[in-house]
């Protein structure tokens, strides 16, 4: 199957012209012509407009030769006609302006710096007195030569790219919109005044700001925007702020995105999406929607945790191509897609409800979006795209580098409850695993290690317990840190509940009636600061090493209940602000240290929060071998990177539970020859763990039931090998089953290896794609790790 294509389009054309068009490398059938002077490329502009070109990658500086075009092109005689002036706009600066230019007139070089912007315009205005031929005015250009020399030093010619616009993020028309004083922003919108402006980040990504500003009222929509040059992806995220004296009028309906994705008359739409993580045996589960003509889909959050339904990712797939788009939002979103009787899709995503004044000096922002668009090959390879993405761009790098496998344990989830834990027994515990011969990257702690009185669910009060732990953690990191390992301390500062420090010190800072949980208002600034200080206090002065956050509650109603009719929507967007900025400030001063994102399980996976952490612990519904085999098969189309725990030795529970971070969720010496057995298993993932950044091939289809055999690849193209993971269930009739694989070349040989059985077999690309890898497995259920590798050309 080919690869999708994954690189941007270099550079695209706009034509804003009176006829509504341009011309490449001549006019109808013959060569430019300036003056007596033929030229072989180029760009010709018909009519007096502008041509927008728009750039994927910064730019150095633009050259050609502008001229009046003199070819007979079955006019009257054209003689020295035509009256225009040339110019060159980047940005709100002019960086060319030509003389009045008539046909006859020796072509002007252009050598102009672009200082690496995205987009520039090439602009022709008719001027002074124009003569007129039966088939209309002769005011028309070429842009002889016309080539952009990029920051990279490569050249790209304006004719050899193609035309129209762009898809919606890029295009001129805002791809969001909202509705203000009580009008849609499509009727107004384009009378703001507009600026813009576009800088280089890296090699691989330019920022677009597209500023909107009301006159009367003071009100700026700014569109912050990142291309990339490395991949087919555009994100934005969309600022509104009161410039004015006044507080503005309502501004409501907020969608972040909102645009229409067309697709050629073939084929039909297909909605590719994923339940997020309510807890259940289907967490992450992939689903498949087709947008018949009049259809319309819609989701929703759920209680004001991001990905308690659904998670906010989708491919939206159509003959030949499609586009990925993703909302991040780590609060109440929705989203629809709206499919018209013809060819197009409406899409609109957005903070659920936004009805709201801002007052002076006021910002809010909209959820993050983000639009990867593919060509080529099928979903699934597109969902690879995204993968390669997400690590590329997304995932976290401590330290400047990708969070590798991770294996972890503690005593919360072996021996004894972390309310039960002291120093005396996690010093004993984390030694004993050591001496045993677990080579364990962190030892966890997780709740309960603050003063309680009526259990673990009491939060409020961030201390560790002075009677348990009279010397803090620091024995136990120094322990820990002696013998090569770290530790892990779980945190949910933003539940309180009543009698703890916070409720009764800063009730101020709380949301919510008494007698329930309450919510730390992450949009005060005060409370913003004071967990800010405290945590970075316990990280710096207790050794801590992996930060890890929970959040066991529904913040939604709390936060609408906080908001006035006029404000509503208000609580949630600057609690979201808070939330991202105490996030990010962690990573500042602790730059080498994971964050782990918890939420009840899976609940918190949007792409704002994965941008910051990594979730270790997916789901709370955890250990069933089925629903786990579910989980990484869904949930590895979207986040490479992710954990849970284990809590078996026999083969086909272990695999069942293996992730890229995992934990000991149990004692090996309760079962028979329980260490060695461990660590036989726990070789085999470190051995497979390396693939878990590949890219991923669902090789079966999805399926619940005890009947099916459920089966995946990772592939490494690049060094041509890759892993299988395969299960027979325990009522399925069949021990035979045969994998196509995918991503492995049809001409070259590779050495297939079973890590139960260490034989290894030798075969082609082609009986591995054609015929499929054959596995047999007589147990039921039943489990195999395979490993593949491209064999060297011998020469």
Known sequence: MAQPDARPVQAQLIARTKQGKFDRNGRRDRKMLIAGKKYERGIAMPSPGEIVVQLAAPAKSFDAIAGVDSNDLGYYDNAGRGSVVASVECGSRQVFQSGTLKEGMPGVAIHTELGGATEFRLKLAAVGNRLRTYQGEWDQLDWAEARVTMADGSVVWLADLPAGPLPAPYAVEAPFSFRYGGRPSAEFLGQWKVERESRAIDANR????????????????????????????????????????????????IQAIDTQLERTPEGEFQLHHSIGSPNSPTDFRPLETVLAPGSRKAFVARGGRPTDTDLGNFNLEWAGGGAIVTVGWPAQWSAEFVRDKATKVRVRSGQELTHLRLLPGEEIRTPLVVLQFWRGGDWIDAQNVWRRWMLDHNLPRPGGKLPPPMLSSGSSRQTVEMQEANEANQVLYLNRALDAGLKLDYWWMDAGWYPYQQGWYKTGTWEVDPARFPRGFVPISEAAHKRGTKIIVWFEPERVTDGTWLHKNHP?????????????????????????????????????????????????????????????????????????????????????????????????????????????????????????????????????????????????????????????????????????????????????????????????????????????????????????????????AFELAKFRLRGVEAGARYKVTNLDTARSTVVTGAELTQGGLPVTLTARPGSALILYEKLAVAR
């Open 206 to 253: 330019t920022r677009i700001r597209v500023t909107y500003t009301d006159a009367a009222s003071g009100l700026q929509a700014r569109a912050e925007a990142v291309a990339y040059a490395d991949y087919p992806t555009v994100e934005w995220t969309v600022y509104f702020r009161n410039t004015g004296t006044q507080p503005t009028p309502i501004l409501e309906d």
């Open 508 to 732: 101020e800072w709380l949301l919510g009636p008494d007698g329930k949980d309450k919510l730390l208002n992450l949009g005060n600034p005060d409370a913003l600061h004071w967990v800010t200080e405290h945590v970075s206090n316990l990280i710096r002065t207790q050794g801590i090493d992996l930060y890890r956050q929970d959040f066991n509650f529904e913040p939604l109603q709390l936060w609408r209940n906080a908001d006035t009719e006029d404000r509503q929507g208000i609580t949630e967007n600057k609690y979201v602000a808070g939330y991202l900025a105490y996030l990010d400030e962690l990573h500042r001063r602790f730059p080498e240290m994971i964050l782990d994102n918890c939420a009840s399980g899976g609940r918190r996976d949007d792409l704002e929060t994965l941008r910051r952490s990594v979730p270790l612990w997916r789901s709370d519904f955890a250990y069933d071998p089925e629903p786990m085999q579910q989980f990484t098969y869904g949930m590895a189309l979207w986040i490479p990177y992710f954990g849970s725990a284990f809590n078996s030795l026999d083969p086909y529970i272990f695999r069942s539970q293996m992730t890229p971070a995992l934990s000991i969720g149990m004692v090996a010496e309760r079962y028979e020859n329980g260490l060695p057995r461990m660590k036989s298993l726990l070789a085999q993932w470190q051995r497979v763990s390396e693939f878990y950044a590949a890219d991923f091939y669902p090789l079966t289809p999805y399926t619940t039931e005890k009947s099916g055999w459920l089966a995946w690849q990772f592939n490494r193209p690049e060094r041509g090998d890759g892993v299988i993971h395969a299960f027979r269930r325990a009522d399925n």
